[in-house]
C-alpha cells in the first residue's frame, strides 16, 4: 500500500482524489463505492456536501483513496471506471472527476482562475450587450470567432465597439446580475481555509470616465 506523502499539509489527506456530483446520491450506492474503494485500496477521507445551483442543489462526494496496483499505480483508470458504473445508475446530470496523487499541490498552493463563466456564471460582455440593445450583435460576433472567421483581438474590438454611448452607471446595474459559479465560493473558502492566495484573472475593460470637466 502506498505511504501518505510526508509533505502534505496535514489537512490534505494522501492519495488520488475521485469525486461524484449529481442531483442526488442515495446513502446506499455511496456506502457500496466507499466499500469498493476500501475493498481494492486505503480510503484515506471521505466527504459529502451538497451546494446550490441555478438548477437545484447538488450533491457531491469525494474520497482521498490509495490503490495497490502496479499496472496503475494512482489508481485513475480504475477509480474512473468505478465511479462510471455508480454514474450509470444515477439519474439527471453526473460529473465524475478523478485528480490522481501525483497532479495534487506539494505543500502550498495558490488558485488562479478566469471570471467570464468559470468564477462567474455570465459573461458580462453580454450582459453590457443586452443592456445596450445589441445582445444579438454580439452573440453573433461571438459565433464568428467561434467559428475561426475573427481572431481574438478582433472580436474583442468588434465587441466592446457594440457597448459605445453605455452610460457608466450600467456597470453597477450589470454587478447585481453577476452570480458565482456552482461550487466557487467554497471552492475559494477551502483553499483559503489553508493560507492559499486566490487569484481571477481577466483581461476585461475600463470605462472612458470621459472628458475632464
Known amino acids: 500500500m502506498s505511504e501518505p506523502r510526508t509533505d502534505r499539509p496535514a489537512d490534505l489527506p494522501a492519495g488520488t482524489v475521485a469525486t461524484l456530483a449529481a442531483e ?10 466507499t466499500a469498493e474503494f476500501t475493498r481494492r485500496g486505503q480510503v484515506h477521507r471521505s466527504e459529502s456536501s451538497s451546494f446550490p ?4 442543489p447538488v450533491d457531491a462526494v469525494r474520497w482521498a483513496v490509495s490503490v495497490e496496483d502496479y499496472d496503475d499505480p494512482e489508481g485513475t483508470g480504475w477509480l474512473a471506471s468505478l465511479l462510471q458504473d455508480a ?17 495534487r499541490p506539494r505543500k502550498t498552493g495558490m488558485l488562479i482562475m478566469d471570471v467570464d463563466s468559470t468564477l462567474i456564471d455570465q459573461e458580462v460582455i453580454d ?10 450583435e454580439v452573440a453573433e460576433i461571438t459565433e464568428r470567432a467561434m467559428r475561426g472567421e475573427l481572431d481574438f483581438a478582433g472580436s474583442l474590438h468588434a465587441r466592446v465597439a457594440a457597448l459605445e454611448g453605455l452610460p457608466v452607471t450600467v456597470l453597477e446595474e450589470v454587478l447585481h446580475q453577476v452570480t458565482p459559479s456552482p461550487g466557487a465560493q467554497a ?14 484573472v481577466s483581461g476585461g475593460v475600463r470605462p472612458d470616465p470621459g472628458p475632464a470637466g
Request: net charge positive; proline share 9%.
Open 127 to 136: 450582459l453590457l450587450a443586452a443592456h445596450a440593445g445589441r445582445e444579438a
Open 187 to 200: 471552492l475559494i473558502a477551502a483553499v483559503s481555509s489553508r493560507g492559499w492566495p486566490v487569484v481571477a
Open 53 to 56: 445551483t441555478p438548477a437545484g
Open 87 to 103: 454514474a450509470h445508475q444515477l439519474s439527471g446530470d453526473v460529473t465524475t472527476t478523478v485528480l490522481p496523487a501525483g497532479q
Open 24 to 33: 442526488h446520491l442515495p446513502p446506499s450506492l455511496m456506502r457500496s463505492v
